[in-house]
């Protein structure tokens, strides 16, 4: 799952650097980081646990040019 969020970001953190701006789109990585944090500190569902490097990687990814 980390891989899979790593490639994920790298590639939309690329495309949406080009189409929004870094600002635009560390606000957008800021957002979904925050977002999934809280769904991460409610969630009991091991999925849910599964979503979190997923995530984080993601959101890592989406914010480097």
Request: hydrophobic share 50%; charged share 15%; aromatic share 10%.
């Amino acid at each position: 799952m980390a891989l899979l969020g790593t490639m994920i970001g790298a590639v939309a953190g690329g495309w949406l650097n080009d189409v929004q701006g870094r600002k635009s789109a560390m606000l957008i990585a800021d957002v979904i980081f925050t977002v999934g944090s809280f769904v991460m500190a409610a969630g009991l569902d091991p999925y849910v646990l599964i979503f979190g490097p997923t995530r984080y990687l993601f959101d890592e990814n989406l914010s480097e040019p």
